[in-house]
Each structure stands twice: as C-alpha cells, then as structure tokens.
C-alpha cells in the first residue's frame, strides 16, 4: 500500500466522519488490511498504517485503539502537525474531548501554534472542553485563517464572536466549572447513547439575540429521543449544580441536544 494510497484512505475517512455516516463493513476491512500492510514497512509507512488504524477505531467507539493506534504512529513521526490533527480529531468523535485536550497541551511547537488547523482544533477543543477563556484568548493569538478555515466546516461550526461573549457570562469561576460539568455531562451522555455512532455528533456554537450564547450539539438521533436525553441531561447536570452555590441553569449558555438534521 503506497503512501499515496494511505493519504487516500485518510481522506475517505475524513470524509465518511464528516458525512456522518459510517463506511461498509467491507469497506472497513479493506482499509485495515491497507493499513496493516504498511506496519512492516519503513517508518513512514507505518506511522500512515498507524493512523489509518487509529482512525478506524472512530468507527467502533473503540477509544482505547484510537490511543494505542496513534501513539504508535506518535513515536515514529514526532512533531508531524497531521498526525496531531488527526490524533486530536479522533479522540473528540469516539467522545473523549478531555482525551484530546491532553493531547493538545503535549505538543511543543518551536514557533507555537502558527498553523490554522491545528488552532482551529485547539479552539474547537478547548470550547468543547468548556475551556471558554482559554479558547478565547487563542482567538486572540492565532492567525486570522483560523476564522475562516472554522467557517468552512459545515459540521462544526461557531461564530467568532461566541468566546469572548461566553467568557464574559462566564467570569465567575464556580460558573465556568457548571458549564464545563455540563458539557461532560454531555458528552457522557451521548457516548452511553450512541456507542460507536458518536462520531456523528457535531458542536454548532452560536448567539442568539436576546438570550446569548448558545452550543447546539447534533446527533445521530430521532426527535422522541432528543426529547429525551435533554431531559436526561438537565437532571444530571442540576445535580451536579446542586453543589454548587449561587449557581443556576439560568446563568449559563444554552445547551441543547438536537438531531442532526442530515441524519433525520
């Protein structure tokens, strides 16, 4: 499997996830028995076999073959800006976000973070996290590609304005930590429902006049069961609220689950 044949593979990966719909089980296959026919070749082809391999497991929810996969592919491409890319990316669709945060604060960078996807990832990362502060001071920092490469993403999406409006909502500290607690709680939630279609969940932060911001967060799920895990979601996070004083649901962001609309 030549390497162009592995950047074909990753590509046809990205684009099932950003379908949100998985490949056959053929299909499926076919790629791993690609990727493991690279693992016996130069270090190069085997840090693509590990990625391909890595990224598969997105498919099965399989987080602990997602980190085995790419750390392998890690020690034999240190510092390869795509590796982490899509190591980042992979952890947040198998619904480990603080998985990828991890991964993001591991990688030292000579210059810092000066490549627009990598920042796009790290801001995506960070809000996802419920790092809003952090997410907007790398508004701040990174370059103004970033912006727009967000933009591009018909899948995830977040208007520019969305930090720097959610941090000052969020300027109290036990604040900030109910609406952190509230998008693991999120995340727990839609990784118990959904197993291995998690990959189809997308994060749309957005403002609405009147009322602030808001983060839409779409699944791969009828209306009768969005309906019902936002009622699960709201009773895990009041109690979650309930240690914390001078805290409410009314004090936070909108966070809604929805079904995604290419799915329904």
């Not at 510092?79 to 976000?97: F, P, T």
């Not at 997410?135 to 967000?150: G, I, K, L, N, S």
């Not at 009773?235 to 979650?240: D, M």
Request: net charge negative; with cysteine; hydrophobic share 50%.
């Amino acid at each position: 499997m030549p390497k162009t044949q592995a950047n074909s593979a990753i590509d046809q990966l990205n684009a099932a996830i950003h379908a949100g719909c998985a490949p056959s089980e053929f299909q499926l296959k076919q790629w791993a028995r690609f990727a493991c026919a690279l693992l016996n070749k130069s270090p190069a082809d085997a840090a693509e076999g590990y990625q391909v391999l890595g990224m598969l497991a997105t498919f099965s929810g399989d987080v602990d073959e997602v980190e085995a996969n790419f750390g392998k592919a890690s020690q034999l491409a240190a510092g390869d800006l795509s590796l982490a890319h899509r190591y980042i990316c992979s952890l947040v669709h198998v619904g480990y976000a603080a998985r990828a945060l991890n991964v993001l604060y591991a990688i030292r960078l000579p210059g810092g973070f000066t490549d627009p996807a990598l920042c796009a990832d790290a801001i995506h990362v960070l809000l996802i996290n419920g790092l809003v502060h952090n997410a907007a001071d790398w508004m701040d920092q990174c370059p103004e590609e970033v912006t727009h490469f967000r933009a591009g993403d018909a899948m995830n999406s977040f208007d520019p304005q969305w930090p720097q409006v959610a941090a000052a909502q969020l300027a109290n500290l036990q604040v900030a930590a109910a609406w952190s607690d509230g998008l693991h709680c999120a995340e727990t939630l839609l990784r118990e429902t959904l197993g291995a279609r998690m990959f189809a969940v997308t994060y749309q932060f957005h403002l609405i006049p009147e009322f602030g911001p808001a983060l839409t967060v779409r699944a791969p799920v009828s209306v009768e069961s969005a309906v019902e895990l936002n009622f699960q979601l709201a009773e895990r996070w009041a109690a979650q609220l309930d240690c914390l004083l001078y805290c409410s649901l009314e004090q936070l962001p909108t966070l809604t689950i929805l079904p995604h609309a290419q799915l329904n």
